[in-house]
């Protein structure tokens, strides 16, 4: 029998959404008010959630403390009243789209968590956007 425990956690941060391979016109065609030069931010939302076999002996998919403080150290940490363009070194290439730093924040947590246990990531942008990612 496998169980899904989440720990919800929000961070606070900036962004701006543009190519910069591409002229001016053509981000603020493709990336609308997002590609704003002087950035915009948002109130994330985040959701993680670990799957797997509750253990015998503590009844416990994963200790929801370790979660939380892994959460609070690999993500809020890094990303919370950041520019995540300028201030989180893996956008300094990589568009900071939604899907973009979900992913990343997946990976960053996979090698954190054991193995065993499955694992996806809920990020909320606004209340009404938000994606999903577990790997695949």
């Given at each position: 029998m496998k169980v899904t425990v989440s720990r919800k956690s929000h961070f606070n941060a900036a962004h701006r959404l543009y190519n910069a391979d591409w002229s001016d016109a053509r981000n603020a065609t493709v990336f609308g008010k997002c590609s704003n030069p002087n950035y915009h931010g948002h109130n994330y939302e985040l959701i993680v959630s670990v799957k797997g076999e509750i253990h015998p002996e503590t009844g416990f998919v994963m200790d929801m403390k370790i979660l939380k403080d892994l959460?609070?150290?690999?993500?809020?940490?890094?990303?919370?009243?950041?520019?995540?363009?300028?201030?989180?070194?893996?956008?300094?290439?990589?568009?900071?789209?939604?899907?973009?730093?979900?992913?990343?924040?997946?990976?960053?947590?996979?090698?954190?968590?054991?193995?065993?246990?499955?694992?996806?990531?809920?990020?909320?942008?606004?209340?009404?956007?938000?994606?999903?990612?577990?790997?695949?």
């Open positions: 959460i609070s150290i690999e993500i809020e940490e890094k990303f919370d009243h950041k520019n995540l363009n300028e201030e989180v070194e893996v956008f300094k290439t990589l568009n900071p789209t939604a899907e973009n730093i979900v992913v990343v924040i997946w990976n960053q947590l996979r090698t954190k968590i054991d193995e065993s246990l499955e694992l996806s990531v809920t990020l909320y942008e606004t209340p009404r956007n938000f994606v999903s990612y577990s790997g695949e």
